[in-house]
């Protein structure tokens, strides 16, 4: 993805807070919505393929009376999550009656596997759904992200260039509320010395293949403060010895053990 449509999938979705939010909630509740709902379009556009093979499984397993079904309906997905629920995204653009959209709605949302439910709970995106429902914004939100404008699909937007938009998105919300870029977002000199560290003692051993990490607040605020204080940009201290690293290392492991952010 080029730089011009990464710039203006940011700029698009940062509209939408605007467009959709505003005088709903206070500009430092924006990301409780719109963070959950990038996740949200992304995994129905992945699951929409193969959605018709899901709830057929689905169906057979319950006639069967197969209660451990998570392997089956992962397999009949494609992934490693799926939906249950009889609606997509689509299926939910336009109700009359708010009542029954914010009823459908969470029916959609219960019917996304567990992992998928943890990701939402740390969200906690279902405390917003009252407020937007009250608003008649419910329908508005999900239109904004079907927008042909923008491809929220893997035909339309890969996995690497999905995580790059939500960090843009993470980083811009947390500058927007005037909090600290570096205890949200992690600047790329930081990921790169951090990848060293985890990786290159262990090159040989790694086989060729998808590496999945994740977008959390880990490292960098004190990492940011050491390299301030000795005017040292973070490449350059590389070595496992030097204070940057051990920094970075007791940082992350801090952060780890709260931190339960989420990435697609």
């Known amino acids: 993805m080029d730089q011009a449509t990464h710039n203006k999938i940011v700029s698009f979705i940062w509209g939408i807070a605007d ?31 193969t959605k018709k093979v899901v709830l057929d499984t689905k169906k057979m397993l319950d006639k069967a009376r197969i209660t451990e079904q998570r392997a089956a309906l992962c397999e009949a997905a494609g992934q490693a999550f799926y939906n249950t629920s009889k609606f997509t995204l689509r299926d939910l653009k336009s109700r009359g009656n708010q009542q029954q959209l914010l009823a459908d709605f969470e029916d959609y949302l219960n019917g996304f596997s567990q992992n998928v439910q943890d990701i939402l709970e740390n969200f906690k995106f279902r405390n917003q759904l009252h407020t937007l429902s009250k608003a008649d914004a419910i329908g508005t939100l999900i239109n904004k992200f079907l927008d042909p404008e923008i491809d929220l699909s893997p035909a339309g937007i890969d996995n690497h260039a999905m995580g790059t938009v939500f960090e843009e998105l993470v980083r811009k919300f947390n500058e927007d509320n005037n909090e600290e870029a570096g205890e949200h977002w992690t600047p790329r000199d930081a990921v790169r010395l951090m990848a060293n560290l985890v990786f290159l003692p262990i090159e040989a051993k790694i086989k060729s293949g998808p590496i999945c990490c994740m977008t959390a607040p880990v490292a960098p605020a004190a990492c940011l403060r050491w390299r301030r204080k000795h005017s040292q940009p973070l490449a350059q201290s590389a070595s496992s010895r030097s204070p940057a690293c051990s920094t970075v290392r007791k940082s992350i492991q801090k952060r780890m053990r709260s931190a339960r952010r989420t990435c697609c």
Do not use: H
């Open 19 to 49: 467009d959709v939010l505003r005088d709903l909630f206070k500009r430092g509740k924006y990301p409780d919505v719109i963070l959950p709902m990038c996740v949200i379009r992304r995994m129905d556009a992945v699951l929409e393929p």
